[in-house]
């Protein structure tokens, strides 16, 4: 007798679980990729998990907001924003089976397959409180291959002091997700703007090699001196785990979204799936991927240019 086919396998479902503090461009990154994946002939679901998300330019094929909103939990149950978030935030986590995965496999029926989760950026839902982290992992429960994306503004690097803090933020967030994961240098064309004040090359910042250059550029003052050990704890720790590096994110720029799709694919294990997109697309990579680094980073460095 035949074994049952396991849908599962038939029809894998992929996830990026978007995150990253807010502002730092989850949700336009979520827009722009939709619509360049979709060019790549992927079949791309937006789902808005963020209950106060703002900005949002077209409506989510699964949107949170259509259950609760913070907003209307800070008006009726008298909380402040943060409240607010995490009653949401376990308020879906609860609703997981009655509302969130019906309207997942409702957007499966209709065709898409591959998910981009806008998630709320507040860190403390990640580091200090589990219904994120239990809504994970029932997708995965459920067969979705996910993989982390989070995104951090560039401009952190502009001061030696921000960039140490960020660098603790990735590694904490990487060992607290526990998923495969991409870290994101987000807006990388306004780094231009802060170039003056960038005390190294882009690949210090996007390798994360060689700390101790890290710690002698902190400045001197006063504030800075009194952290000088726990500067140095920090960055012994990051070296230590070795995990942490960046790729860098011009959102507009095609060819920073697909360098970044590279990465992402061989995290979530969608490269090996076989069969798709043997076409201009994998040419397009095959040339990117052919780029020095110098090249590569040069073209995210790009200036901004206003869309429209
Ligand atoms: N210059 C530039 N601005 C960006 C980029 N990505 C996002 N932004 C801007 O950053 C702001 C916050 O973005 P948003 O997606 O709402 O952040 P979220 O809170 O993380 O969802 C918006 O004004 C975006 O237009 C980028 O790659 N380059
Ligand atoms: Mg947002």
Redesign the pocket.
């Known amino acids: 007798m035949l074994e049952p086919v396991n849908i599962k396998y038939t029809n894998p479902l992929y996830g990026q679980l978007i995150v990253?503090?807010?502002?730092?461009?989850?949700?336009?990154?979520c827009h722009h990729a939709s619509k360049f994946y979709k060019e790549l002939g992927r079949r791309i679901g937006i789902v808005n998990l963020?209950p106060g998300?703002?900005?949002m330019e077209n409506k989510a094929e699964v949107d949170v907001m259509d259950l609760i909103t913070v907003e209307d939990v800070m008006d009726t149950m008298r909380l402040g924003p943060n409240g607010a978030l995490m009653y949401c935030t376990e308020f879906l986590e609860e609703h997981m089976d009655n509302w969130l995965l019906p309207a997942l496999n409702k957007a499966v029926a209709l065709g898409s397959n591959y998910f981009l989760f806008?998630c709320p950026?507040q860190i403390e839902l990640y580091t200090h409180h589990a219904s994120m982290s239990h809504i994970f992992e029932r997708l995965q429960k459920e067969g979705y291959h996910l993989v982390t994306v989070n995104?951090i503004d560039s401009h952190y690097c502009s001061e030696p002091s921000k960039f140490v803090s960020t660098l603790l933020m990735a590694l904490n967030m990487m060992l607290r997700m526990g998923l495969p994961h991409v870290n994101v240098l987000?807006?990388?064309?306004?780094l231009k703007q802060h170039e003056h004040n960038l005390k190294f090359n882009l690949d210090f910042y996007t390798d994360v090699l060689d700390l101790k250059y890290l710690l002698e550029a902190l400045d001197d003052s006063p504030s800075s001196k009194k952290y000088k050990k726990l500067n140095a704890a920090i960055c012994s720790i990051v070296e230590d785990y070795s995990l942490v590096s960046f790729q860098l994110?011009?959102?507009?720029s095609t060819e920073s979204l697909l360098r970044l799709r590279n990465h992402i694919d061989k995290a979530n294990g969608y490269i090996y799936k076989a069969g798709e997109e043997q076409s201009v697309n994998t040419m397009m990579a095959c040339v990117v991927s052919a780029e020095t680094e110098t090249t590569k980073q040069s073209k995210d460095f790009e200036p901004?240019i206003p869309h429209e």
């Open positions: 990253g503090p807010p502002g730092s461009g989850k949700t336009t990154y963020d998300n703002e900005n806008d950026g995104l987000s807006k990388a064309d306004l994110l011009n959102v507009r901004y």
